[in-house]
């Protein structure tokens, strides 16, 4: 009976002897400076979307977070930055629907998009648009499908470069609404509004932002978004699918996220995502990305891996349809 308390503090003793190593052999995290690798150059949507929660992570983990811009076709250079690096969750790749683009549509990158990431978290949404000149002649997306339908290879909607997230949703797009019209690509949106309020375009299909100041200038008409409902910054513009028919089911937007290398440590990659989710949820970051015309949107790891591979098939099938080459 006398041996009872003292076995009772060898007991707890040995214990915490247990959880002093079992916290001394888990690794820290983070330990150094954090890296986001973005695949665009500065100042666009995805560069200004990783700098306002890259402030708010490096608040709340401790550590220095920065934006290393890597831009290039494909997101080839970030993409394989990110795969060789040290799995330590201190290198993160800013993926999106660019990511799921690009493995549609090269016929290879140094790295397979979907295996040798790990997901972390979507960050943001941002609508796509179908837009024509404010005195043009179609002025509903009804009559912009009633010419076309009635119009066989009439009808040119432009977009930015082939190959963009825009040119593949303007096919898909054309495809779902049973038109016969003609996709045509520029180098970028400041042509392709400058075709549109010349009159050589029809209609456009871009990303909402870039459109946004020739909207509010009533230089642009937004007929519809692509988006699967309305675009808070255009409460009075129907979402294509409110058309109904076969355009009932359309839904097309850009997003971004953050992922890092595959064989990054799944402890490491939860707390990643409850301090993005908690960065996402704050006041301030959410006005930020909306002055950008983006939607804060935050996702569990598992969620952005289906996103990812979704986008992936959708696009790949696109490409085939439109009998875009690949590159």
């Known amino acids: 009976m006398k041996l009872t308390p ?5 007991a707890v003793a040995l214990s915490l002897v247990l959880a002093a190593s079992a916290q001394t052999s888990a690794p820290a995290f983070p330990t150094k400076l954090i890296k986001i690798v973005v695949p665009n150059a500065a100042g666009g ?12 992570l490096a608040q709340s983990l401790g550590q220095s977070v920065v934006i290393e811009n890597k831009p290039s076709a494909g997101g080839v250079i970030a993409g394989d930055l990110v795969a060789k690096a040290e799995p330590d969750g201190h290198t993160l790749l800013l993926v999106s629907s660019g990511s799921a683009v690009s493995a549609a549509l090269f016929k290879a990158l140094p790295f397979d998009t979907e295996r040798d990431f790990a997901p972390v978290s979507t960050l943001a949404t941002f609508d796509l648009a ?7 002649r179609f002025k509903t997306l009804a009559e912009l499908l009633t010419y076309g339908r009635a119009n ?9 470069n082939i190959g963009t997230t825009q040119n593949l949703a303007a096919e898909l ?5 049973g038109i016969d019209a003609q996709v045509v690509p520029f180098n970028g949106t400041p042509p392709v509004i400058a075709a549109l309020r010349g009159g050589s375009l029809d209609a456009a299909v871009d990303i909402l932002g870039p459109l946004m100041p020739q909207i509010s200038s009533h230089g642009l008409r937004p007929l519809a978004v692509l988006g699967d409902k309305r675009a808070l910054q255009l409460p009075d513009v129907p979402s294509a699918r409110e058309s ?3 355009l009932t089911g359309f839904n097309v937007s850009s997003w971004n996220g953050l992922a890092v290398p595959a064989k990054t440590p799944k402890d490491v990659i939860a707390r990643l995502n409850r ?14 990305l909306f002055d950008l015309n983006l939607v804060a949107h935050g996702s569990s790891p ?8 979704f986008e992936i098939r959708r696009w790949s099938d696109v490409i085939i349809r439109a009998k875009i080459q690949k590159q």
């Open 244 to 246: 109904g028919g076969s």
């Open 173 to 177: 797009f054309k495809i779902s609404a």
């Open 130 to 136: 179908i837009v024509v000149s404010e005195t043009g």
């Open 45 to 56: 949507a995805a560069d200004l979307t990783a700098r306002t929660v890259a402030q708010k």
């Open 6 to 10: 003292l076995l009772s503090s060898l």
């Open 152 to 160: 066989p290879g009439k009808l040119n909607i432009g977009t930015p």
């Open 302 to 309: 598992e969620q952005l891996r289906e996103l990812l591979a």
């Open 275 to 288: 301090e993005v989710q908690a960065a996402l949820a704050l006041p301030d970051v959410k006005k930020s």
